[in-house]
């Protein structure tokens, strides 16, 4: 179904259960406030911080290049990432701008799946809106979370590919494959809900007699190979790509009953850190419907699919938990559990009417005013509270400060990744790398001779040792004096950020001595 198809029946929308809902806007005037919104964020962001996050600016030292891997993070944002700073210019706004239009995405595809279920316009904004009661989606995507965003955005995807599969049609079986595979690519663990859907769908008899279609083969054909050349690579790179499995805290020494137990209550405590605030805010509101009168029911074999899909990413956690594996983070579980608005919706439409909806909404709206003020404007207050956000990095100094000594040398190298991904924001066509992985082994191939290495040097005139052996295993003399530089952090009055700088020049290999 075409985008133009979609809006005419919403518009011509047969059956509400809320009957006729005037006071919300009209599909077109609803994604004119979601761009508006979104554009807020792009504008006020790109306004205030000229630097790049944590997961940024990993992002920006491995996306160089493009590859089919990137160790044991999921490729597909890194791919998007490098196209919009091809398009648009290395810099922040080309970084928000990615990120804005992948939250978009994700609010405008949470709308499409709840309208498609209940046939509401009124219920899919509801759904949409109730985004914002989720804190990982409304606060922290809009702080620091990269893989997250698009892997959300490509589960909504996938499950309105789904919705939209007949057996008698192509496209929705097709989309469903695409969107499957760019699922795995967002984020490995999103693979979970992909295949949740499928056993949810297999698990209803009436879907089952749908799904036992010769398309399916085909879709799941398509996932296969949208992946493949990903799980290729990551098998030729196994030692990158597992590199981060300790952060699942498997320890073996460690009795079985007492991981268990403790990985039980990490992963309880974190799918609650995404649902639980959703279902307190409709709890609140809808408490007599609800607790009373019980009206909470599923309408469809659809519905009991989303139900069903959400009842199998949980017990997945549970099997995870009895391999020994303790720790689950709440931004890993951002894809997994995106759709929880559109279930609660789904089962609580009967609680609803026009009041309690009007107040869900003007809720929604209060959240969205304050948020899109208080995410970027909380950086002109770092001070004031007594902290530092790494977005107040003054980059845009430094790197005025760094110009004449980049362009003089053929690569740079950076004591901490962030630095390396802030670096490269600023110097685009310089290869950069970062001492603290041991990306810049000894015996790596360089892009020329000549070396700058800069590091966070707040901690005193004292080198890092990192920085000393690099430095010496480069150069092959004794450590050169370095330099400092120092800027203020932006909206700071007294505390500056102060940077190391040596220029080295790589020492001549025996062959090239020869010659």
């Not at 949810?200 to 949208?226: E, H």
């Not at 074999?301 to 099997?319: H, P, R």
Request: aromatic share 12%.
């Amino acid at each position: 179904m075409r985008a133009s198809e979609t809006i005419s029946a919403v518009e011509a929308e047969v059956k509400s259960p809320l009957g006729e809902v005037n006071f919300l806007p009209s599909p077109k005037q609803f994604f004119l406030l979601l761009l508006t919104y979104f554009g807020l964020h792009l504008i006020f962001r790109t306004i205030v911080s000229e630097s790049a996050g944590i997961d940024e600016a990993y992002q920006l030292l491995v996306g160089q290049k493009l590859q089919w891997g990137y160790g044991p993070h999921a490729p597909l944002y890194t791919w998007l990432m490098i196209l919009f700073l091809r398009t648009f210019g290395s810099s922040e706004f080309s970084l928000t701008l990615l990120r804005e239009l992948l939250l978009l995405g994700t609010y405008t595809l949470t709308y499409l799946n709840a309208r498609e279920l209940t046939r509401s316009h009124a219920l899919g904004i509801l759904a949409a809106v109730a985004l914002q009661f989720h804190p990982s989606l409304v606060w922290e995507s809009q702080r620091e979370l990269t893989n997250s965003i698009v892997a959300s955005t490509m589960a909504l995807a996938t499950l309105l590919s789904f919705l939209r599969m007949r057996p008698g049609r192509w496209g929705g079986w097709i989309a469903f494959g695409i969107f499957g595979g760019l699922t795995a690519l967002s984020k490995y663990n999103a693979t979970i809900f992909y295949g949740a859907m499928l056993v949810a769908a297999f698990v209803i008899p009436q879907l089952r007699q749908r799904m036992l279609n010769w398309r399916l083969a085909v879709a799941i054909l398509i996932s296969v190979a949208v992946v493949t050349p990903n799980a290729l690579w990551a098998y030729a790179h196994q030692d990158l790509t597992l590199s981060l499995t300790y952060k699942f805290g498997i320890h073996e020494s460690m009795p079985w009953f007492k991981s268990v137990q403790i990985g039980l209550v990490h992963w309880i405590v974190s799918v609650a850190a995404h649902v639980a605030p959703v279902v307190a805010v409709f709890a609140a509101i809808l408490w007599r419907p609800i607790f009373v009168e019980r009206r909470l029911s599923l309408h469809s074999d659809y519905e009991k699919f989303l139900c069903y899909t959400f009842i199998g990413v949980l017990a997945f956690g549970i099997v995870v938990v009895l391999f020994k594996v303790t720790e689950f983070k709440d931004r890993w579980l951002q894809p997994l559990f995106v759709a929880t608005p559109i279930l609660i919706v789904v089962v609580a439409r009967d609680a609803l009417n026009r009041t309690r909806l009007k107040i869900l909404t003007l809720f929604a709206l209060a959240l969205s005013c304050i948020v899109v003020i208080a995410a970027p404007g909380r950086l002109y207050f770092t001070e004031k509270r007594d902290r530092r956000d790494i977005l107040n990095a003054p980059f845009r100094r430094f790197a005025a400060d760094l110009k004449q000594r980049a362009q003089d040398v053929d690569f740079i190298v950076a004591g901490t990744y962030w630095v390396a991904g802030n670096l490269h924001l600023w110097f685009p066509d310089k290869p950069i790398f970062s001492s603290e992985w041991d990306l810049v082994p000894p015996d790596i191939t360089f892009p020329g001779q000549k070396c700058l290495i800069v590091w966070n040097a707040e901690g005193g005139d004292k080198t890092p040792q990192k920085v000393k052996d690099f430095a010496q295993s480069l150069s092959g003399n004794e450590e050169p004096v370095p330099t400092f530089i120092e800027e203020k952090w932006k909206y700071h009055q007294h505390k500056v950020m102060r940077l190391g700088v040596m220029a080295l020049k790589r020492k001549a290999t025996e062959t090239s001595a020869n010659q």
